[in-house]
C-alpha cells in the first residue's frame, strides 16, 4: 500500500510539472526569453490552481488507477485531459484577471503539453508492462467459444498457459497452476471448485482473477453486521436511497439544462441536415423499459432510413448496417443522436448516467436467460453507464449487467461525474463505436439502439 501511494505521488508531480512547463514554454516560444515579467507573474499565481485542476481531471480519467489500459485509450485520456484543463484555464484567466495569456500560448501549449504528457505516460507504462513482464496465467472454466473468447482477452495483457473448460479438466490442469503465476477463474465453475482452486493459489502465493458472478456483485457493497454474536452480511436494497434520488435529480437538473443551452446550435445543425438528407422525421422515438419497469418514449435524432424495421422486426443495428443514412454514420460513432435524450433527463424519464434503456422485447429476452437483468431496472436508464465506458458495443449482455449491477451497488455522485468524463473518451475510441457483429440479440450482444 506504502509503495502503491508513493508512485501514486511520484506520478501526479511528474504530470503537474509537465502541464505547467508547457505553459511556460509556450511563453518562451510566444514571447522569447526573458519572459516579460507582465506575463508571467499571471501564470505563477495560477499554478496552483492548474495543478489542483490536473488532479481531479486525471483521476476522472483513471490515470492515476492500477487498472490496465491499452496506449491508446490511455494517449486518448491524455489527450481530453490537456485539452479540459486549458479550458479551465482560460476561465480562470478570466475570472482572476490574468489576461497576460494570449490566445496563442493555449493552442502552443495544449500542443506542448499532448506531447510531453503522452511521451511521459506511454514510457510509463511500458516500464511498468516490462518490470512487471509478462506474467503467465491459466484460464479454467467456459465452454466452447466462451473459454477461448476469455483466453483471448486475458492474453492481452498474460501470456496464456493453458485453457480448461470443463470441470472434469481441472485435475488435469494442476502441473498448469502449478506453472503459472496468475489463475484466471470463470463462473461456470462449481463454488466447491472455486474454493479448491482459490485455496491452492493463496497457499502458492498466486494471483487469481476471478469473474464474477452476479450474486459476487451484489454481496460487493454488503456490510458486515451482527445479531447478537452472530456475524451477519447485511445487503441493502438495490434501489437509491430519497437522499440519493435528490442529489442524482438535482445533478440530472442542472446538467441537462446546461447541456441543452450549450449544444442547442449544434441540434438545429443536425436538424437541418436530417431534414435534407433523407426523407421522414428528424426525432425518432421508440418504447423503451425504464425505471421499475415503466415504458417511456426517448427521443434521439434519426439515424436510420424512415420505418427501419417494418420489414425485418426488433433487431440490433449492426457493422456497415444498409439501413443507416450517411448522417447517421456520423452521428452515431460520436453518440450526437443521444443528444435529444437530455429532454427526457429533465422530464424525470432518464438519467445521464444509469444503465442503458432496452426494449421491451430485448428485456424480456434477456430477463429469460438472465434473471438478475431484471435489477437493473431498479434505477432510471442512463444516456451513459459504467457498462458503456468499460466495456464495448460487442460486450455480451451478461458482461455488461455485471457493469451496471457494479455501479447501482456502489452509486455515488463522484462515480458519475466520472463515468461522464470517460464518456468523452469512449467518443474518440473507434472499437468503442461499433456495432453488433450480428443482427439478432439472441447471442447476447447488445449494440446500438435503433
Given at each position: ?26 511563453f518562451l516560444l510566444r514571447f522569447g526569453y526573458p519572459v516579460p515579467a507582465v506575463n508571467v507573474a499571471p501564470f505563477m499565481?495560477?499554478?496552483p490552481y492548474i495543478s489542483l485542476f490536473i488532479l481531479v481531471f486525471f483521476w476522472f480519467f483513471e490515470l492515476y488507477s ?385
Amino acid at each position: 500500500m506504502r509503495k502503491s501511494w508513493l508512485i501514486w505521488v511520484l506520478l501526479y508531480i511528474v504530470d503537474a510539472t509537465l502541464v505547467n512547463f508547457g505553459f511556460y514554454l509556450a511563453f518562451l516560444l510566444r514571447f522569447g526569453y526573458p519572459v516579460p515579467a507582465v506575463n508571467v507573474a499571471p501564470f505563477m499565481r495560477l499554478i496552483p490552481y492548474i495543478s489542483l485542476f490536473i488532479l481531479v481531471f486525471f483521476w476522472f480519467f483513471e490515470l492515476y488507477s492500477h487498472t490496465w489500459k491499452r496506449r491508446l485509450e490511455t494517449l486518448y485520456s491524455v489527450i481530453i485531459t490537456v485539452l479540459l484543463i486549458n479550458v479551465v484555464t482560460m476561465a480562470l484567466t478570466f475570472m482572476l484577471r490574468g489576461f497576460s495569456f494570449p490566445r496563442s500560448i493555449f493552442a502552443i501549449a495544449a500542443g506542448l503539453q499532448i506531447v510531453l504528457l503522452g511521451i511521459w505516460r506511454l514510457l510509463w507504462q511500458m516500464f511498468i508492462d516490462r518490470a512487471e513482464g509478462a506474467k503467465t496465467v491459466v484460464v479454467i472454466g467456459g465452454n466452447g467459444n466462451t473459454a477461448q473468447k476469455l483466453g483471448s482477452l486475458i492474453g492481452r495483457r498474460y501470456q496464456v498457459l493453458g485453457i480448461f473448460e470443463a470441470e472434469s479438466e481441472v485435475a488435469a490442469a494442476s502441473d498448469a497452476i502449478s506453472a503459472a503465476q496468475v489463475v484466471c477463474i470463470n463462473t461456470s465453475l462449481s463454488r466447491a471448485v472455486k474454493e479448491e482452486i482459490i485455496s491452492r493459489c493463496l497457499d502458492d502465493d498466486k494471483e487469481v482473477l476471478l469473474i464474477p458472478e452476479l450474486y459476487d456483485i451484489l454481496l460487493h457493497n454488503a456490510s458486515l453486521n451482527r445479531v447478537d454474536d452472530l456475524a451477519v452480511f447485511k445487503i441493502e436494497s438495490l434501489a437509491l436511497t430519497p437522499g440519493q434520488q435528490l442529489v442524482k435529480r438535482l445533478f440530472d437538473l442542472v446538467f441537462a439544462t446546461l447541456g441543452l443551452i450549450l449544444f442547442l446550435p449544434c441540434m438545429m445543425v443536425i436538424t437541418l441536415f436530417i431534414y435534407y438528407s433523407s426523407p421522414g422525421s428528424v426525432f425518432y422515438r421508440q418504447r423503451r423499459v425504464g425505471l421499475n419497469g415503466q415504458a417511456f418514449y426517448p427521443y434521439k435524432f434519426r439515424t436510420m432510413i424512415q420505418d427501419a424495421e417494418q420489414d425485418v422486426g426488433p433487431v440490433l443495428a449492426g457493422d456497415n448496417d444498409p439501413r443507416i443514412t450517411p448522417v447517421g454514420r456520423v452521428l452515431r460513432p460520436l453518440r450526437l443522436d443521444e443528444l435529444p435524450q437530455m429532454i427526457n433527463v429533465l422530464k424525470g424519464e432518464m438519467s445521464f448516467v444509469g444503465p442503458r434503456p432496452e426494449r421491451p422485447f430485448f428485456v424480456e429476452q434477456f430477463s429469460s436467460d438472465i434473471p438478475e437483468y431484471q435489477y437493473r431496472l431498479k434505477v432510471k436508464p442512463g444516456i451513459t453507464g459504467l457498462a458503456q465506458v468499460q466495456g464495448r458495443y460487442d460486450t455480451d449482455a451478461a458482461a455488461k449487467l455485471r457493469y451496471d449491477l457494479y455501479y447501482i451497488c456502489n452509486y455515488s455522485l463522484l462515480q458519475d461525474l466520472q463515468i461522464i468524463f470517460q464518456t468523452l473518451r469512449v467518443v474518440l475510441i473507434p472499437e468503442a463505436a461499433r456495432g453488433t457483429t450480428g443482427n439478432t440479440s439472441k447471442n447476447g450482444q447488445n449494440g446500438f439502439m435503433l
